[in-house]
């Protein structure tokens, strides 16, 4: 069994350049949508054979999509709800954006954190 992750579309949210994990808001964008359209062309021959996704909408609208286009059925699974900012929510506070950049993500691998792990459970 192979598992892919994927990234949701570009939502409104990114455009606002807001915290926004929690919560049924910020949509997809016109690009977004599309990008989920790509993803699911390139998945096409992969043998894909269910799509799990986080509660956020910007998530589901992805999901919905891509296994629309691949004819899978689509699962919304809590566990892949992104992590918590607390009062940072719909913020665009800029030190909370810096503070936010040493949390893996697409810019900062978990292959970047390893040392750090396995310090941790020592």
Do not use: C
């Amino acid at each position: 069994m192979r598992i892919f992750f994927a990234r949701h579309g570009q939502s409104e949210a990114n455009l606002l350049k807001v915290f926004s994990n929690r919560g049924w808001k910020h949509p997809l964008t016109a690009m977004g949508r599309q990008q989920a359209h790509e993803l699911a062309a390139r998945l096409r021959d992969r043998n894909v054979a269910a799509v799990f996704t986080s509660p956020l909408r910007r998530a589901v609208e992805s999901a919905q999509i891509v296994a629309e286009q691949l004819r899978v059925p689509f699962e919304i699974e809590p566990a892949l709800v992104e992590y918590d900012v607390g009062i940072l929510e719909d913020s665009q506070d800029p030190a909370g954006w810096q503070a936010s950049r040493r949390v893996p993500g697409p810019d900062r691998p978990w292959r970047d954190l390893s040392p750090r792990l396995a310090a941790g459970a020592r």
